[in-house]
């Protein structure tokens, strides 16, 4: 209850009074430091707000302060749209937190401001960093500022009761995909769902298509793309897609798919307890990409503040929470999350579960950092952004494929520039 507390305790004063936490941390009481009985206090700054998320904090600062009984560890829950801005408003008065858990895209400001501090250091000498894939690894400019310690991935849902209604196997490759799906429309279902909506979300779930046809962001090929636009806007032609699909977040087409009226469904490991309500037997299967293609990994990114009054607590912290075996099983646990090391994602806790299991190798197998280090960090909203968008109107029908990929290459092309 203590832990929940602060949590929630916190919560309520940054939503009323930002300024005034802001005011507070410039007095130093926002990173680890003595409380005057001997404890240490090690503050930890996110923007997680679901119960599961919240819990799985405090089994992390439990099993911490287990083993360092003189230490306290304390939440402050900062909502996403503000840690950017609060995490650099207090690195310009020196101060911050012990650690900040933050997404991805804010890596580049938070490395400028001066917020945190590269970690190649801390790193190379960590004997476990082997276990991380490369896709989690966060840089700017060639240096590590951050490390995902698990991710969130797309994978090919699919309803295996229709499947075997069909009498088909699950596809490895686009053209065994489209037979199914030709299959599944023939017999009044939809083929496939997944997300189309302008903006970031559809650079996501674009990503694994149009780098399997071959387009890289470091030297983007307007021909590629418009094999893929090629390909969505076949798929809409024959029934196998909505064209609706150009308004859809990832929260619409994976309740398609749970009521029983699609074969496949393209989203992600965060839809485990929404498919555990289908009635009918599902599975999960890596996307049919070709040897070029891949999937971005999302997911929270950890690092020490550089302002930390106990930077190696701090960092013994994320070492025994977020970046250990324990730690990432119990986030697993906790909010479904897959664990970004390679002992983790084989442990029995997901290989002895059908569809953890597939999200685990899908991270190894198919997982490419998020923002994609080939975009320069200050470019990667503008860019991703775009992306999304054409994405979206591919769908929607806003144009030729051909035309489509060459407007966004024309735009694209000089944000890519470093």
Same mark, same amino acid.
């Given at each position: 209850?203590?832990?929940?507390?602060?949590?929630?305790?916190?919560?309520?004063?940054?939503?009323?009074?930002?300024?005034?936490?802001?005011?507070?941390?410039?007095?130093?009481?926002?990173?680890?430091?003595?409380?005057?009985?001997?404890?240490?206090?090690?503050?930890?700054?996110?923007?997680?707000?679901?119960?599961?998320?919240?819990?799985?904090?405090?089994?992390?600062?439990?099993?911490?302060?287990?083993?360092?009984?003189?230490?306290?560890?304390?939440?402050?829950?900062?909502?996403?749209?503000?840690?950017?801005?609060?995490?650099?408003?207090?690195?310009?008065?020196?101060?911050?937190?012990?650690?900040?858990?933050?997404?991805?895209?804010?890596?580049?400001?938070?490395?400028? #401001?001066? $917020?945190?501090?590269?970690?190649?250091? %801390?790193?190379?000498?960590? *004997?476990?960093? /082997?276990? &991380?894939?490369? @896709? =989690?690894?966060?840089?700017?400019?060639?240096?590590?500022?951050?490390?995902?310690?698990?991710?969130?991935?797309?994978?090919?849902?699919?309803?295996?009761?229709?499947?075997?209604?069909?009498?088909?196997?699950?596809?490895?490759?686009?053209?065994?995909?489209?037979?199914?799906?030709?299959?599944?429309?023939?017999?009044?279902?939809?083929?496939?769902?997944?997300?189309?909506?302008?903006?970031?979300?559809?650079?996501?779930?674009?990503?694994?298509?149009?780098?399997?046809?071959?387009?890289?962001?470091?030297?983007?090929?307007?021909?590629?793309?418009?094999?893929?636009?090629?390909?969505?806007?076949?798929?809409?032609?024959?029934?196998?897609?909505?064209?609706?699909?150009?308004?859809?977040?990832?929260?619409?087409?994976?309740?398609?798919?749970?009521?029983? #009226?699609? $074969?496949?469904?393209?989203?992600?490991? %965060?839809?485990?307890?929404? *498919?555990?309500? /289908?009635? &009918?037997?599902? @599975? =999960?299967?890596?996307?049919?990409?070709?040897?070029?293609?891949?999937?971005?990994?999302?997911?929270?990114?950890?690092?020490?503040?550089?302002?930390?009054?106990?930077?190696?607590?701090?960092?013994?912290?994320?070492?025994?929470?977020?970046?250990?075996?324990?730690?990432?099983?119990?986030?697993?646990?906790?909010?479904?999350?897959?664990?970004?090391?390679?002992?983790?994602?084989?442990?029995?806790?997901?290989?002895?579960?059908?569809?953890?299991?597939?999200?685990?190798?899908?991270?190894?197998?198919?997982?490419?950092?998020?923002?994609?280090?080939?975009?320069?960090?200050?470019?990667?909203?503008?860019?991703?952004?775009?992306?999304?968008?054409?994405?979206?109107?591919?769908?929607?029908?806003?144009?030729?494929?051909?035309?489509?990929?060459?407007?966004?290459?024309?735009?694209?092309?000089?944000?890519?520039?470093?």
């Amino acid at each position: 209850m203590r832990k929940t507390r602060k949590v929630r305790a916190a919560a309520a004063l940054l939503g009323a009074a930002t300024v005034a936490a802001l005011a507070a941390c410039s007095s130093g009481s926002a990173s680890g430091e003595g409380t005057g009985d001997g404890t240490t206090t090690l503050t930890v700054w996110h923007y997680y707000n679901t119960d599961g998320q919240v819990e799985g904090l405090e089994k992390l600062a439990t099993a911490f302060e287990a083993d360092h009984p003189d230490v306290d560890v304390q939440f402050q829950y900062v909502p996403v749209e503000q840690m950017t801005t609060k995490a650099v408003t207090a690195a310009g008065a020196q101060t911050g937190p012990d650690v900040l858990v933050f997404g991805a895209s804010g890596t580049y400001p938070l490395a400028q #401001s001066g $917020a945190i501090e590269p970690m190649d250091d %801390w790193w190379s000498g960590f *004997a476990d960093a /082997a276990q &991380f894939p490369d @896709g =989690v690894l966060q840089k700017v400019d060639g240096e590590l500022y951050g490390v995902q310690g698990y991710v969130n991935l797309l994978g090919l849902w699919y309803n295996q009761d229709l499947l075997d209604e069909l009498g088909a196997q699950v596809p490895t490759t686009v053209a065994e995909l489209e037979d199914v799906m030709a299959q599944a429309v023939a017999a009044g279902k939809q083929g496939i769902t997944l997300t189309g909506k302008p903006g970031l979300e559809s650079q996501w779930q674009g990503f694994p298509w149009f780098t399997s046809d071959g387009f890289t962001y470091a030297d983007p090929q307007a021909d590629a793309m418009a094999t893929t636009y090629a390909m969505l806007q076949d798929w809409i032609t024959r029934g196998y897609l909505s064209q609706e699909a150009a308004t859809w977040d990832q929260a619409v087409p994976f309740q398609q798919f749970a009521a029983g #009226s699609s $074969a496949f469904a393209v989203n992600g490991n %965060w839809q485990i307890a929404a *498919a555990a309500e /289908a009635d &009918f037997a599902y @599975g =999960v299967a890596p996307l049919p990409l070709t040897a070029d293609g891949g999937v971005l990994l999302g997911g929270e990114v950890q690092n020490v503040g550089a302002f930390s009054k106990n930077p190696d607590l701090a960092r013994e912290f994320l070492e025994d929470s977020f970046f250990s075996v324990d730690g990432q099983l119990t986030l697993l646990d906790a909010f479904g999350s897959i664990p970004a090391r390679a002992d983790a994602a084989v442990s029995s806790q997901i290989s002895d579960d059908p569809v953890l299991s597939v999200f685990g190798s899908i991270v190894q197998d198919q997982g490419r950092p998020s923002p994609s280090p080939e975009v320069p960090s200050a470019s990667v909203d503008k860019v991703e952004t775009l992306v999304g968008d054409y994405w979206s109107k591919a769908i929607s029908g806003q144009g030729a494929p051909e035309d489509l990929a060459s407007q966004l290459v024309e735009q694209l092309t000089p944000l890519l520039q470093d």
